[in-house]
């Protein structure tokens, strides 16, 4: 009994051990990514500022021009007009070019910074998420991908290779890689997991002779170990369709309650078609992103 109090004892201190380790080093990363964004933030200004200089000396010169020609005779000053009005354009434009850079060198008070739940530091307004789109040939992920970017119905071909698009929703930039889904591309699926934050998997709910299929795949997917700590969000798409499948049926079928039980997912109903269920789809994933209480850095 002393035994294996003391190796749980061991399995606990080196399980924290590693928690500590890992934590550490998304610290040091996320220092550098802040770090990095101030050092490019202040050779901007610095860039900016001889952009003012230049644009300042630029204006100085157009003003001593036109105050030379105005000091001549009536005669002369009559002539040169051509030569005025160049010179006022001229002085126009560079005021103008002076008043854009000094809106831009303007510095926010803050640097915006949000922490997700996987310890990333993202700076700026977007929130950027690297999501892949996965399921069997025909499921509907490409028109999918068209109406959250385009919100509309694009009929398509099965994907040979991939699509990608940034498709934006609130505070979030998402981009999303869709990856064919014939049998023979799916080995090559992997090849997008690295960096990967979110899985859609979508299922053709009005396909019930797939369903094993699916759902063998989907397995497959909830194993691989680049992919442990990724958002899953499953769309049963095609629910338009009479006697489709439940996301109930579904959810029994796949064993998702098992399947899942260790990770953050969402089966979703959903029409690509019209496009019904697809909003609720990413405004679950946004709230998987950001860590809850998560504070700001001003």
Same mark, same amino acid.
């Given at each position: 009994v002393l035994g294996s109090a003391e190796q749980a004892r061991v399995k606990i201190k080196a399980y924290?051990?590693? &928690?500590?380790e890992n934590l550490n080093r998304q610290e040091m990363a996320a220092l550098a990514a802040v770090d990095t964004h101030i050092r490019e933030k &202040?050779?901007?200004?610095r860039q900016q500022q001889e952009d003012m200089a230049v644009l300042m000396a630029q204006i100085n010169s157009v003003c001593h021009q036109c105050e030379a020609t105005l000091q001549q005779d009536d005669p002369k000053i009559m002539l040169a007009k051509p030569?005025?009005?160049h010179l006022l354009d001229t002085l126009q434009k560079q005021q103008q070019q002076f008043m854009d850079l000094a809106d831009q060198i303007a510095l926010e008070p803050t640097i915006p910074i949000t922490f997700t739940k996987d310890n990333?530091?993202?700076i700026g307004p977007k929130i950027e998420m690297r999501v892949v789109t996965l399921g069997l040939d025909g499921a509907g992920k490409t028109s999918i991908l068209f109406k959250l970017k385009q919100n509309e119905f694009i009929p398509t071909i099965p994907t040979i290779g991939f699509n990608v698009e940034?498709?934006?929703y609130k505070?979030?930039?998402f981009t999303i890689w869709d990856v064919g889904g014939q049998h023979k591309i799916r080995p090559l699926w992997r090849h997008y997991y690295f960096n990967t934050q979110a899985v859609i998997y979508v299922v053709d709910s009005s396909?019930?002779?797939r369903l094993d299929e699916a759902q063998s795949e989907l397995v497959k997917l909830v194993q691989e170990k680049e992919l442990k700590e990724a958002s899953l969000l499953i769309f049963a798409n095609k629910q338009d369709i009479d006697k489709c499948v439940t996301i109930e049926e579904i959810t029994e079928q796949f064993g998702l309650l098992k399947l899942c039980c260790n990770r953050s997912w969402h089966l979703q109903a959903c029409d690509g078609k019209s496009g019904q269920g697809l909003?609720?789809? &990413?405004e679950w994933l946004s709230r998987q992103m950001v860590a809850a209480g998560a504070p700001e850095l001003a």
């Amino acid at each position: 009994v002393l035994g294996s109090a003391e190796q749980a004892r061991v399995k606990i201190k080196a399980y924290f051990n590693e &928690l500590r380790e890992n934590l550490n080093r998304q610290e040091m990363a996320a220092l550098a990514a802040v770090d990095t964004h101030i050092r490019e933030k &202040l050779c901007s200004l610095r860039q900016q500022q001889e952009d003012m200089a230049v644009l300042m000396a630029q204006i100085n010169s157009v003003c001593h021009q036109c105050e030379a020609t105005l000091q001549q005779d009536d005669p002369k000053i009559m002539l040169a007009k051509p030569e005025v009005s160049h010179l006022l354009d001229t002085l126009q434009k560079q005021q103008q070019q002076f008043m854009d850079l000094a809106d831009q060198i303007a510095l926010e008070p803050t640097i915006p910074i949000t922490f997700t739940k996987d310890n990333r530091v993202h700076i700026g307004p977007k929130i950027e998420m690297r999501v892949v789109t996965l399921g069997l040939d025909g499921a509907g992920k490409t028109s999918i991908l068209f109406k959250l970017k385009q919100n509309e119905f694009i009929p398509t071909i099965p994907t040979i290779g991939f699509n990608v698009e940034t498709v934006e929703y609130k505070n979030f930039k998402f981009t999303i890689w869709d990856v064919g889904g014939q049998h023979k591309i799916r080995p090559l699926w992997r090849h997008y997991y690295f960096n990967t934050q979110a899985v859609i998997y979508v299922v053709d709910s009005s396909n019930r002779e797939r369903l094993d299929e699916a759902q063998s795949e989907l397995v497959k997917l909830v194993q691989e170990k680049e992919l442990k700590e990724a958002s899953l969000l499953i769309f049963a798409n095609k629910q338009d369709i009479d006697k489709c499948v439940t996301i109930e049926e579904i959810t029994e079928q796949f064993g998702l309650l098992k399947l899942c039980c260790n990770r953050s997912w969402h089966l979703q109903a959903c029409d690509g078609k019209s496009g019904q269920g697809l909003a609720d789809g &990413l405004e679950w994933l946004s709230r998987q992103m950001v860590a809850a209480g998560a504070p700001e850095l001003a």
